[in-house]
């Protein structure tokens, strides 16, 4: 199988080694050649353009840095679609737009070339060490045909469904790491110029019951489930919880946007009268203003999977 690699930065360009030492011959191509000494110096071979790489290849890996990237590299002059064959596969690696991996996967389609979108999770030293997520959407038994290729550069290598569903997951995940991160500046500044020295903040708030969840494991119990009664700790006491903290950040003189509006969202889901029932019960209202019918994964379901991932 002659793979292809094109983007050597940050990510890409340590996944291509990963590849190589797994013992896989490659054909490289970046805008800048410099980027690829490492992967030459290692016995790659150099392709001046996308579409030299995709005739060279059986199967082409992307790791560009945004939508107009991967649509040069794809549809430019001497791109890939020009040179890909038919029952050829391309995995792009970028993040990506979910409207644009569809429109060139129904592209691709008409070519008898399968395009997966594939984005990754893990950072460079995920890219580097090997623990890195793969989230994948798009054919199946191509995805099982390269699982050997993308287990060489991650170890968290999932099929999520059909094309597009690798990049709303990691869409998902990001959004949600960024607007954590916002909120954990503003109640951190708040406790900080309430009084408390920060590794000692930090020291106590990372061994509460939040800080010692995974972020996204606590949405298993109550979220996932649609299950919010009998309660494990009542939705008033939250609620009093939140008020207090943001009576404080006032008293302190810490703008705390985001709490605020959390404790806005929190007291409409109070008018509903569910204040006996579970504290993260206020996750409810945005099903509703999301239209998406009431979440009900089984618990069995959702057991498997913590018990898969240790
Ligand atoms: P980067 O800018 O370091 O690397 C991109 C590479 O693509 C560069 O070497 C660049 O020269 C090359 N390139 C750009 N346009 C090209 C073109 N038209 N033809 C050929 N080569 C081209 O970016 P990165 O940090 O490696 O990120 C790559 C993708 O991975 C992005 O979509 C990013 O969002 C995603 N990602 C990044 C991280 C991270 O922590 N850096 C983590 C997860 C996912």
Not at 109 to 114: D, E, F, K, L, Q
Not at 144 to 160: C, E, N, P, S, Y
Not at 210 to 220: A, C, L, Q, S, V
């Given at each position: 199988m002659q793979v292809g690699f094109i983007g050597l930065g940050t990510m890409g360009g340590s996944m291509a080694a990963n590849l190589q030492k797994a013992g896989v011959a490659l054909v490289v191509h970046d805008l800048h050649r410099q980027a690829a000494g490492r992967h030459l110096a290692a016995g790659a071979t150099w392709a001046d353009t996308p579409r030299a790489v995709a005739e060279a290849a059986d199967v082409v890996f992307t790791s560009l840095p945004a939508p107009p990237d991967v649509e040069a590299v794809a549809t430019g002059a001497d791109g890939l679609l020009g040179g890909m064959r038919t029952g050829s596969a391309w995995f792009d690696l970028s993040t990506n737009s979910v409207a644009l991996v569809r429109a060139l996967h129904a592209r691709c389609a008409a070519a008898g070339v399968a395009l997966l979108d594939a984005p990754v999770s893990g950072g460079p030293h995920g890219a580097a060490s090997g623990r890195l997520a793969i989230w994948v959407g798009g054919d199946r038994a191509a995805f099982d045909r390269h699982k050997h290729l993308l287990d060489a550069m991650?170890?968290?290598?999932?099929?999520?469904?059909?094309?597009?569903?690798?990049?709303?997951?990691?869409?998902?995940?990001?959004?949600?790491?960024?607007?954590?991160?916002?909120?954990?500046?503003?109640?951190?500044?708040?406790?900080?110029?309430?009084?408390?020295?920060?590794?000692?903040?930090?020291?106590?708030i990372r061994q509460g019951a939040t800080g010692r969840n995974r972020t996204f494991d606590r949405m298993g119990d109550h979220f996932l489930q649609g299950s919010y009664d009998p309660p494990d700790f009542?939705?008033?006491?939250?609620?009093?919880?939140?008020?207090?903290?943001?009576?404080?950040?006032?008293?302190?003189?810490?703008?705390?946007?985001?709490?605020?509006?959390?404790?806005?969202?929190?007291?409409?889901?109070?008018?509903?009268?569910?204040?006996?029932?579970?504290?993260?019960?206020?996750?409810?209202?945005?099903?509703?203003?999301?239209?998406?019918p009431p979440l009900a994964v089984p618990p069995a379901e959702i057991k498997a999977v913590l018990e898969r991932d240790g």
């Amino acid at each position: 199988m002659q793979v292809g690699f094109i983007g050597l930065g940050t990510m890409g360009g340590s996944m291509a080694a990963n590849l190589q030492k797994a013992g896989v011959a490659l054909v490289v191509h970046d805008l800048h050649r410099q980027a690829a000494g490492r992967h030459l110096a290692a016995g790659a071979t150099w392709a001046d353009t996308p579409r030299a790489v995709a005739e060279a290849a059986d199967v082409v890996f992307t790791s560009l840095p945004a939508p107009p990237d991967v649509e040069a590299v794809a549809t430019g002059a001497d791109g890939l679609l020009g040179g890909m064959r038919t029952g050829s596969a391309w995995f792009d690696l970028s993040t990506n737009s979910v409207a644009l991996v569809r429109a060139l996967h129904a592209r691709c389609a008409a070519a008898g070339v399968a395009l997966l979108d594939a984005p990754v999770s893990g950072g460079p030293h995920g890219a580097a060490s090997g623990r890195l997520a793969i989230w994948v959407g798009g054919d199946r038994a191509a995805f099982d045909r390269h699982k050997h290729l993308l287990d060489a550069m991650g170890d968290r290598v999932r099929h999520i469904g059909p094309i597009g569903a690798g990049s709303i997951a990691k869409l998902t995940h990001n959004a949600a790491g960024a607007a954590i991160n916002v909120v954990l500046a503003e109640v951190f500044t708040m406790g900080v110029k309430a009084g408390v020295e920060p590794l000692a903040l930090w020291d106590a708030i990372r061994q509460g019951a939040t800080g010692r969840n995974r972020t996204f494991d606590r949405m298993g119990d109550h979220f996932l489930q649609g299950s919010y009664d009998p309660p494990d700790f009542a939705f008033r006491l939250i609620h009093k919880d939140v008020s207090l903290a943001a009576a404080l950040a006032r008293e302190v003189g810490v703008p705390m946007r985001m709490v605020n509006l959390a404790l806005a969202e929190m007291t409409e889901a109070l008018n509903r009268g569910w204040g006996g029932r579970d504290s993260r019960v206020s996750m409810k209202l945005q099903e509703e203003r999301a239209g998406i019918p009431p979440l009900a994964v089984p618990p069995a379901e959702i057991k498997a999977v913590l018990e898969r991932d240790g």
